[in-house]
């Protein structure tokens, strides 16, 4: 059984900053959270990101929207990694909040 789980990151930024820094950071994140997450596909439509990825052997997409004053995340996560959420998404919004605020 799958499981949504969705967090928002408020910022500052407008919607077309939050975007830059959002595309041109991603290759960081995505090597800060290696030990725990491999992300296998990443596709912009607008100001929406869906992605695959993949945690503990099991496989879980989502979607990164950028918004004027927030960025929403929503991944839907199999049963295991939504056991494990608690510690997944304190990294994901820490990440996040440093790429967005790294000028």
Known sequence: MSTPVTISIPHRLGKAEAMRRLQAGLGTMRGN??????IDQEIWSGETLRF???ALGQSAAG???VLEDSVR???T???LLAKLSERLLPALRREATLLLEKR
Do not use: F, H, N, Y
């Open 33 to 38: 959270l290696s030990a725990l997450v491999k």
């Open 52 to 54: 695959q990825m993949r």
């Open 63 to 65: 979607t990164i929207e």
């Open 73 to 75: 995340v929503e991944v």
């Open 77 to 79: 996560l199999p049963w």
